[in-house]
């Protein structure tokens, strides 16, 4: 528990810390932020929340195809977004557990067991952030971006090949016994094949490219300049290490300080404006998609069938 509350705290600090470098920068050239804002084309920004929305939505049907590949016997569709959006909603309560929680008693909820809901959510959070960090990695390669980038975004970009062995079967049983232990009871959970594994992290990356896509947008509403490759590899490794550092509801500070970082050669005032919209436009992303997968969901009978 002390570790915990540790760890917790070490990431309130991150957080902090972020959030005040951004806004440091907002107030040191507020000038150049209110020019950006005015001649904002917020449409551009409209367009963003579609594309934002777009991406959210490709994370939860992979996440049902998660559920299904663990041999749940899914809901329809529907209700399977209805509980990914709820459930996602949980990454803004502090503590760094809430959207594994919320998301798998969701589908716990629905029907699922706890042990293949947690196993599913878990699976589908790493599966998408390791796509994000292979997404990151091929604009760097391919574009030719590593030259400008921190050293650190190189050597982050490193843990892809132990992200994709950590899912293979072998190390997944032998962490299913150690939760098992933990627990102290049999969690059954089947295994997928890893080359089904590495094929759910590719099926992420189409999110990220949607992800980044509104984070352009919103971009070039505020006169950014910024490549869009610059724009995916600053989006992917700002969205995974908002995910990791512990305690912070929806990765905020951390996110916004590492995106001004690499998105250079944009102006940093504008970096941070971009930072602070594209929060508020995934803010709005996560409680739309809640809003319209309930309606969606309720607005046929209740009923479970196989895919």
Known sequence: MNKRRI????????????????TIRLIRDWSTVVEAFSSARWLLA?????VGLLGMTTIGLNWHRILRDLGFVANRRRTSLHQYFVGQLGKYIPGGIWPIVGRAEMAHRGGATRSAAYAGTLLSLGSTYLAGLLTAAAFLAV????????????WLVAIIPIGLLALHPSVLTQTMRWASRISKRQLEVPIPKWSRSVTLVVLHIPAWLAISAATYLVSESLGGGASFGRVVVATSVAWFLGFVVIGLPGGIGVREAVFVSLV???????????????????????LAGAGLS??????????KTEI
Do not use: C, K, Y
């Open 46 to 50: 409209v367009g963003a929340l579609a």
């Open 264 to 286: 250079s050669p944009m102006d940093p005032a504008i970096a941070a404006a971009v930072a602070l919209v594209s929060r508020v436009v995934f803010i709005v992303v996560d």
């Open 7 to 22: 760890s917790g705290l070490v990431g309130l600090i991150i957080g902090v810390l972020g959030l005040a470098f951004v």
């Open 294 to 303: 309930t309606g969606w969901h309720l607005s046929s009978p209740q009923r």
């Open 143 to 154: 574009l030719g971006l590593g030259g400008d980038e921190p050293g650190w975004t190189i």
